[in-house]
């Protein structure tokens, strides 16, 4: 569009004539709110829905025209139609159906744009960090002095985001088995922090059915791979504490299996003092006890009498 001071400004392509075509693109007047196929659908559904995400959603489009020389009438891909790779994600977000999913203001939008044509990656969230952390650890096919490098670099994440109990909630119980051996092996003291941490994280917000069970499975895993009797003593206080919030089968049945599977006498005696100190704990155990299913240890049988 020329403005009355002969400056061009893009509205959309619209709204412009094609130099290689004898037809014209003039905007309809029956389209409720832009021109398709730039406007966004909430422009041709209800127009008073619209905002400042229905000219992000036009700007996406403006620019895949741009790079592809064709009407934007298709969601892009790999290569049809062919749109550079460094912008492909920009234009996918400008362009989502729902509004809510676009870029929320034109500030966010600038900011990356001029990381797409920078060819620079957006930034990261500490659980994307972390998540690729594992990945490598899990997909890479390092030697061991590597993959203790990556479970170095992961504890370090760790404690650097400490007080991100969603990063916690959600990558710690989720930790493949051999990467947490690995941690609890080499890094003990560092292990006996993050089951710390994630223990923590429980505590804040509201914990689901799937994170009560792959807490159970966390912290059978945790005590399966350590010998570390303070360590131990933790897991199993922290499963005999949790259960009863919510009477959770599956950390019931964790605490069971752990319990029964004790024999030595020294840690039968610590297991035993656990049940003592929680006698919600206890009542709570015993309505998952069936008759000879479960075999304990003389102290922790006293204790669950």
Known sequence: MMMDDDEPRVSDFGLGKSLLSDGTTLTQTYVIGGTWPYAAPEQLGNFREADERSDI???????????????PTERIGSENPPVPRKYRRFIEKCTEHLMDERYDRMEATQKAFEEAAADTPPARTPLEEAQELVDAWAHLGFTEEEDLAVVRKLH????????DEELLRSVVPTLPRPLVRQYCVNFGDEFKWLVEGYSESLSGGVVDLQTYNEAAEFYTCAWDVSSDPLLRRKVLTRLVALGPQHDQRVVREAALDILSGITESGEAQMAAEVLTASPAGVEWLRAGVGAGRHMF???IRDALA
């Open 57 to 71: 959603h036009a700007l996406g489009k403006i620019l895949q025209a741009m790079l592809t020389g064709r009407p």
């Open 297 to 299: 240890a003389d102290p």
């Open 156 to 163: 370090a994440h760790f404690e650097q985001y400490s007080q």
